[in-house]
């Protein structure tokens, strides 16, 4: 105990409003700007249930979580309670999940947003943009939590407004007709286009695994959980605000476009966002959504290299990672880690560069390899429920009397976990994701074996029998 003592440590130098700005800002990306074309191809509008189905799940789990760190708020939280009340093959799983997660995030991002910036100047080579964004981000990283959190906090803003105001702008297209030569749309492309549920039961299935991919980066709560100020009460608040926001600014963005556009329609439109503002007589729509989706770009490599960094630091310290990266500097952050999770991400752009230069359809293959950290990302969910399972047992007493318990446990936690299983099945029989998905499960599988190999399974989980 003396030793965890003396190990250096996080500082709460966060607000509670840079907190839930940070989650609302990794689960708001480009996942929802340019990825609802897909989601709607397989299901219809009966992609807003999928949204909602999937928000539940997720409501779940953040209250698992929440209900923990409330007890026991520490940096990189999640696979603390996953080593302490499942296994430390768990705990050790959702932090390497975590770091392999967001350095394939960080590199898809970062190539997004050079082709963002293409938009305004097409003739500067990617290269340059790519470096100059890479070292940008490091920097804000590398100086201190607090101007990583300004930094998110102004990049999700950004992304909020603009969800917000294409809802305000949707609706008044749809029930005043402003945009549309005054004739309101009503709400008949909603089921006049081959139904409501156009995709059946497997198509309503395939757009949750997208859906799933989206809402990935929500946890952040779990990690930036150690550097807030007032964490049991920033936390309550964050996962009570933050999981109805988004839900609102999904469910909300996506009702607007399959209301106003026939859903077989939208792939020929290209981006809904662009025509949506377009239609409304903005001209410089296009414009406005490239800055926003460049800064949701932004934004996601930047939680990203946060996120990933803390866990590559977590690692470290418990001996799962070289020792170089258990540093931190005089600002107190992890500046090792940080720097070698922006080196992955720095090599992944690299080595895209250099097979786009010798073979042009490679950027297809970088948005399956973007799609592998969609398990992975699931990783941490799954711990979560188990470990709430296990806390409680463990933890009666501090139950009683616990202000923020997850309502209609057990069965709620029993639902979300079997939901997560079926859609990692139907990632399976979907051609669309089954190339990626296998690529995830073969990282945790690789990650498995190193763990077994290196600590066998001799080791008593930490905590099992600790009532604290």
Same mark, same amino acid.
């Given at each position: 105990?003396s030793?965890?003592q003396?190990?250096p440590?996080?500082k !709460?130098?966060m607000?509670a409003?840079q907190?839930e700005?940070i989650s609302?800002?990794g ?8 990825g609802?074309?897909s989601?709607?191809k397989w299901?219809?509008?009966?992609v807003?249930?999928?949204?909602a189905?999937?928000? /539940?799940?997720?409501y779940?789990?953040?209250r698992?979580?929440?209900e923990?760190?409330?007890?026991n708020?520490?940096?990189?939280s999640f696979?603390d309670?996953a080593?302490e009340y499942v296994?430390p093959l768990?705990?050790?799983l959702?932090k *390497?999940?975590?770091?392999f997660?967001?350095i394939?995030?960080?590199m ?5 947003a ?6 305004w100047?097409?003739?500067?080579p990617?290269?340059i943009a790519?470096?100059?964004i890479?070292?940008?981000l ?5 100086a201190?939590?607090k101007?990583?959190?300004?930094l998110?906090?102004w990049?999700?803003m950004?992304k ?6 294409m809802i305000?702008l949707?609706l008044l ?5 402003i945009?549309n030569?005054?004739h309101?749309?009503g709400f008949?492309?909603l089921w006049?286009?081959g139904?409501f ?7 309503f299935f395939f &757009? ?11 946890e952040?709560l ?16 964050s996962?009570?605000?933050v999981?109805?926001r988004i839900l609102i ?5 996506i009702?607007v ?5 026939p *859903? ?7 981006s809904?966002?662009?025509?949506t503002?377009a239609?409304?007589g903005i001209?410089s729509?296009?414009s406005?959504?490239?800055f ?9 490599? $930047?939680s990203?290299i946060? &996120?990933s960094s ?12 070289p020792?170089?990266?258990?540093h931190?500097?005089?600002?107190i952050?992890?500046?090792?880690a940080?720097?070698?999770i922006s080196?992955?991400?720095l090599?992944?752009f690299?080595l895209?560069?250099?097979a786009t230069a ?13 799609s592998?950290? /969609?398990?992975?990302?699931?990783v941490p ?5 188990l470990a709430?399972? !296990?806390f409680r047992?463990? $933890?009666?007493d501090?139950?009683?009397?616990h ?11 029993y639902f979300?976990?079997i939901?997560l299983?079926v859609?990692?099945?139907?990632m399976?029989?979907?051609p ?5 998905v ?11 074996l190193?763990?077994l190999h290196?600590w066998?399974l001799?080791r ?6 600790? $009532?604290?």
């Amino acid at each position: 105990m003396s030793e965890k003592q003396s190990q250096p440590k996080l500082k !709460r130098s966060m607000t509670a409003g840079q907190m839930e700005m940070i989650s609302l800002g990794g689960a708001i990306g480009v996942g929802l700007f340019m990825g609802a074309t897909s989601t709607i191809k397989w299901t219809g509008p009966s992609v807003m249930l999928a949204y909602a189905l999937v928000g /539940v799940i997720l409501y779940i789990v953040m209250r698992s979580l929440g209900e923990m760190i409330y007890i026991n708020p520490g940096t990189g939280s999640f696979a603390d309670y996953a080593t302490e009340y499942v296994h430390p093959l768990a705990g050790y799983l959702a932090k *390497w999940a975590n770091v392999f997660e967001y350095i394939v995030v960080g590199m898809s991002e970062v190539i997004a947003a050079t082709e963002y910036l293409q938009y305004w100047w097409p003739k500067s080579p990617t290269w340059i943009a790519g470096l100059v964004i890479i070292a940008l981000l490091v920097l804000a990283n590398l100086a201190s939590a607090k101007a990583y959190g300004s930094l998110e906090f102004w990049f999700a803003m950004i992304k909020v407004v603009t969800i917000i105001l294409m809802i305000i702008l949707g609706l008044l297209i749809i029930f005043f007709g402003i945009g549309n030569g005054g004739h309101p749309t009503g709400f008949s492309n909603l089921w006049s286009h081959g139904g409501f549920f156009t995709g059946g039961v497997k198509g309503f299935f395939f &757009s949750m695994s997208i859906i799933v991919g989206s809402y990935e980066g929500i946890e952040l709560l779990g990690i930036s959980a150690g550097e807030v100020a007032n964490p049991q009460q920033a936390i309550v608040k964050s996962v009570k605000s933050v999981l109805f926001r988004i839900l609102i600014f999904y469910i909300g963005a996506i009702f607007v476009i399959v209301t106003i556009y026939p *859903w077989n329609k939208l792939t020929a439109i290209g981006s809904p966002f662009v025509q949506t503002f377009a239609k409304i007589g903005i001209t410089s729509a296009a414009s406005i959504i490239n800055f926003v989706v460049l800064t949701a770009a932004l934004s996601g490599a $930047n939680s990203g290299i946060y &996120s990933s960094s803390r866990m590559l630091w977590k690692l470290s310290q418990e001996g799962d990672a070289p020792k170089i990266f258990n540093h931190l500097s005089r600002r107190i952050v992890p500046n090792a880690a940080i720097l070698g999770i922006s080196g992955g991400i720095l090599i992944g752009f690299i080595l895209d560069l250099i097979a786009t230069a010798i073979n042009k359809s490679t950027s297809d293959m970088f948005v399956v390899v973007f799609s592998s950290s /969609v398990l992975p990302g699931m990783v941490p969910w799954f711990v979560i429920l188990l470990a709430e399972m !296990r806390f409680r047992r463990n $933890n009666p007493d501090l139950m009683s009397n616990h202000p923020f318990k997850l309502p209609l446990y057990p069965l709620s936690n029993y639902f979300a976990f079997i939901m997560l299983i079926v859609i990692v099945i139907f990632m399976f029989i979907n051609p669309d994701t089954r190339v990626s998905v296998t690529v995830g499960a073969a990282v945790l599988i690789i990650a498995t074996l190193v763990y077994l190999h290196r600590w066998g399974l001799s080791r008593t989980p930490h905590g099992l029998n600790d $009532n604290h």
